[in-house]
């Protein structure tokens, strides 16, 4: 058993992703990988994944006292990772879990009462810190040029005044 310190759960998305280094630091044998080649966006502005497969986890929450169990099927990928997995709304439907954006904070049922899984904002801040350096340093200067254009070409006019539409 290997736990995650480091895990995005994003509501928004709707895949789970394993990344091929936490899968070999877990042992897992990489032909317990099923193919798959459908692509995924938005992993990296502008650019697409295609994942090298797929493979079923059996994941756990919290400890031995109070814990729930699933198995969550996982996009496994090949580039580098900020997160050991991300979860995305799979895993939000398959252990029924309530998010707080506010606090950090994700609950759900557990046989002994509700489980609270939480981090801390500076854990927060340092794995988007290390997110951004990433995609900046995968990203050619001509693709960040073209982005950075596209987000001038859709932000609201400045000049314009707030009674003129």
Do not use: W
Not at 18 to 29: C, K, P, R, W
């Amino acid at each position: 058993m290997k736990q995650l310190t480091k895990v995005l759960m994003d509501g928004g998305s709707s895949l789970n992703i394993m990344y091929t280094e936490m899968l070999d630091a877990m042992g897992i044998d990489r032909a317990c990988i099923r193919p798959t080649r459908a692509p995924f966006h938005n992993i990296m502005p502008g650019k697409q994944a295609i994942p090298i497969g797929q493979i079923d986890l059996p994941i756990t929450f919290r400890d031995s006292s109070n814990y729930r169990t699933e198995t969550l099927t996982f996009k496994v990928v090949g580039f580098p990772p900020v997160y050991h997995a991300i979860l995305g709304q799979p895993c939000y439907v398959k252990f029924m879990v309530v998010p707080n954006y506010t606090y950090l904070k994700l609950k759900m049922s557990g046989p002994r009462g509700v489980i609270t899984i939480g981090t801390s904002f500076q854990r927060a801040y340092e794995c988007e810190v290390e997110s951004c350096e990433l995609a900046s340093a995968t990203l050619t200067s001509e693709e960040l040029t073209a982005i950075g254009k596209d987000i001038a070409e859709g932000a609201p006019d400045a000049k314009r005044t707030s009674g003129s539409f």
